[in-house]
């Protein structure tokens, strides 16, 4: 993470783009930074604007442009948070912000606004939210999520764990986390160690938009996931001119089951100001998922959603 990119100027120069017909956001930028690290930056073909996984990373000038209808918290988290760091939105399930920080930021995250510097760092301040926890016998399912919650050094992490394993009522452990992804190489023997050694069940759900994020070393990185147990889902954000046509998604989920990843969500974009040069039609999409349903096997579709504030679960997108 010391070596990734961190500005616009850098990112153009590695990719022998030239900024004077690429314009970016100066304001995007200073609200929410560049961050790519080298590992993303080498699946990016040099000398394309339009490149698929530049554009995810990229403070395109579209990002200044401001509109009532995307707002900084479109889902409503600030409502939910039980104790520090604890969202409890869903029946079931809780979810822990442990960490702010990001392996790159994506333009489009519906948390580029959130709050994280108020999230707990060490395990002391992770205490309220664990007696919530605990004194909840409804919560069945702990989620590690962020900013990315395996940007935690694992003693951290595997101390969180264990004192989760401990309360009886917990018994699935889930981590959502994009960095298998940008940063393949952060599923070490360690990780996989404490994670191999939970009496837990384990679901990992990793952020993939395009096949051309999935290289030999993230593949590997899958496998090493799969080893320790855990199934392996994946969670994609329906994007304007990255993804959004039966080519790009159907090509995506292929890739995924081939690695023995079920597509899981396949998400509306989140109504966050900054993003909306990233949205695509609801039609769109539906028109999608439907050809995509006629090519691919039922388990490589993922479910279409959006999440509304104040709903018992992401809402599925269906045709009005
Ligand atoms: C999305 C989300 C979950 C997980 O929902 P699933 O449908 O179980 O994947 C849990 N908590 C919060 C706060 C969420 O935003
Ligand atoms: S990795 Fe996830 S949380 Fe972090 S910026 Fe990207 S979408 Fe947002």
Known sequence: MKRAIRNSKDLLAALELDPETLQTSADGEAQFPVFAPLEFLSRMQAGDPNDPLLLQVLPRVQESEIDPDFVPDPVGDAAVERAPGLLHKYTGRVLLIVSGVCGVHCRYCFRRHYPYGSAPKSIERWLPALDTIQNDPSIH???????????????????????????????????????????????????????????????????????????????????????????????????????????????????????????????????????????????????ILTQLAKSLPGYAVPKYVQEIAGQPSKSPITPD
Do not use: M
């Open 141 to 287: 399912e702990v989620i590690l999520s962020g900013g990315d919650p395996l940007t935690v050094v694992d003693e951290h992490l595997s101390d969180l764990v264990d004192r989760l394993s401990t309360i009886a009522h917990i018994k699935r452990l889930r981590i959502h986390t994009r960095l298998p992804v940008v940063i393949p190489q952060r599923v070490d023997e360690k990780l996989c160690g404490w994670l191999s050694e939970s009496r837990l069940s384990k679901w990992i759900v990793l952020h993939i938009n395009h096949a051309q994020e999935i290289d030999s070393h993230v593949v590997h990185a899958i496998r090493k996931l799969q080893q320790t147990g855990a199934t392996v889902l994946n969670q994609a954000v329906l994007l304007r001119g990255i993804n959004d046509s039966a080519e790009q998604l159907g090509a995506l989920c292929e890739r995924l089951v081939d690695c023995g990843v079920l597509p899981y969500y396949l998400h509306q974009l989140d109504r966050v100001s900054g993003a909306k040069h990233f949205e695509a039609d609801r039609e769109k999409g539906l028109a």
